[in-house]
């Protein structure tokens, strides 16, 4: 695991921004795993910036999104496609048919999940998934104690989760209590993983990720099996790791070529 600690959760979004810059330069028909929530907005919002200003461009580019609340239509302004477009599609170049969201209201949910699934395998492959991380150490909607080795399938969300999220629905009886999302399999199928977790409410889920043991009641300690996962911190929520210092101290000793910045 690579662990990048900047001061600021703007500085991670920078970075995290630059990182996946670099990948759609290189590989303009790249497969992009993307993440909603709070987390990843400032990061979209470089992203934006960079396809205005610089012209990076996203019209060969596909994504898959790891999540989706069951029973919300792409129109609920609560749902995951509908925060996709909003944040980051509308303002760039990407072709609408090439980016995936699971549909939570699917007649069939197993047979959606299913064909997620197919549909990632037959893109190629995700080149890099972008991950927030809950404050109960959960990426995508892998609550704890879910399967390691999970594929896409219908969750329940779990009391803590509820209670994160419930806010921007008004009410948590508003709030959808299920989700089809990427299993902690189809993660780290993934050619490359790059985690962004800010804020002091993070701090007990990135030590148990980073630090603690590889362990279903934190899927994102799922990470440490994975050959090329990067994790983007700020002060805040690394005030936990006992080897800070250690990662600092790797950060600044990379090759010109290890560099993102
Ligand atoms: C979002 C997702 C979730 C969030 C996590 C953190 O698609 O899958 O795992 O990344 O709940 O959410 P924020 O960023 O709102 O703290």
């Known amino acids: 695991m690579e662990i990048l600690i900047r001061d600021y959760a703007e500085a991670g979004c920078l970075l995290g921004a630059k990182i996946i810059a670099r990948v759609v330069r290189e590989k303009p028909d790249a497969v992009l795993g993307l993440a909603t929530g709070r987390t ?55 072709d609408l048919t090439r980016t995936h969201v699971p549909d939570g209201t699917a007649p069939d949910l197993h047979a959606e999940c299913r064909s997620y699934e197919k549909k990632i395998e037959a893109a190629g492959g995700i080149d890099l998934q972008l991950l927030g991380l809950g404050r109960n150490g959960h990426i995508g909607f892998n609550e704890p104690t879910g399967s ?24 948590l009886a508003a709030m959808p209590k299920h989700a089809l999302t990427m299993g902690i399999g189809t993660i780290l199928d993934a ?13 007990r889920a990135v030590e148990h990720m980073v630090e603690g043991p590889l362990a279903a009641i934190c899927p994102g300690s799922a990470l440490q099996l994975h050959p090329r996962a990067t994790v983007i911190l700020d002060e805040n929520s690394a005030a936990g790791l006992h080897y800070a210092d250690h990662y600092r101290w790797i950060d600044s000793q990379k090759l010109p070529w290890q560099r993102y910045e």
């Open 40 to 94: 990843p907005l400032r990061l979209y919002q470089e992203l934006i910036r960079m396809h205005r200003d610089e012209g990076l461009d996203f019209s060969r580019v596909m994504t898959f999104n790891l999540d989706e609340y069951v029973g919300l239509p792409a129109t609920h302004d609560q749902s995951y496609r509908y925060f996709m477009r909003e944040n980051l599609f509308r303002h760039i170049n990407i």
């Open 148 to 171: 390691l080795r999970s594929r896409t399938w219908v969750k329940i969300l779990s009391e803590q989760t509820l209670k994160d999220n419930s806010a921007v629905f008004g009410s």
């Open 191 to 203: 050619r490359r993983i790059l985690l962004l977790a800010f804020g002091p409410a993070k701090v």
